[in-house]
C-alpha cells in the first residue's frame, strides 16, 4: 500500500513538473513524443539517454522526453516487452525465444542479434503511432492545464485586488 501512495505521489510531481515547464506548448508536445518514442525501444536501461539525446536533436523539452519514457515502467517491461517481441516476430519471422527475465539490452545482445532485430521491429512498430498520439494527447492537455491556470490567476488577481473597473467609471463621472 505504502509503494502505491508513493508510485500516485511521483506521477503527481512528474505531471505537474511537465505541465509547468516554462517551453512552448510544442516543445513539450514533442518531448513527450520523443520520450515516448525511445520509451517504446527496447534499450534498457537507455532509454532516458536516449530521449534526451533525441530531444538534444529535435530541440524540444528535455524534461518532457526523460518523462516520456515512462510509459514503459516497472509495471508494464513484461507485458510491453512480449508485445513488442509478438509484432517484431509477425514482422521478421527469425527463430527465437523471448526471456521475460532478461529483458535489458545486455541480456538482449547476448541471446543474439536476431532477438534484437525482432524486438527493435516491434519497438519501432509500436512507438511511431504511440509517439504520434502522446504528441497530441500531451499538446492537448498542456494547454488546456495552461489556460486553466491562467484563469485561476486572473480570478486570484481579481479577488486579491477587487474589480477596478467600478471605481474608475465612477472617477470618469
Known sequence: MRFW???????RYN?????RLKVSTHSVALGMAVGVFSGC?????????VAVALAFVVRCSKVAAAAGTWISNPLNWVPF???CFIIGNWLIPIDVTFDPQHMELKDLLEQGWGIVVVMMAGGLVMAVPCSIISYFVTFRAVNRF???RMIRLI?????KHGDHK???Q???S
Open 5 to 11: 501512495v508513493s508510485f500516485k505521489r511521483a506521477i
Open 15 to 19: 505531471y505537474l513538473r511537465v505541465m
Open 170 to 172: 465612477n472617477m470618469d
Open 155 to 159: 480570478n486570484k488577481y481579481k479577488s
Open 166 to 168: 467600478d471605481n474608475d
Open 81 to 83: 516487452y512480449t508485445a
Open 146 to 148: 495552461r489556460q486553466r
Open 41 to 49: 525501444l527496447p534499450i534498457l536501461p537507455f532509454q532516458t539517454v
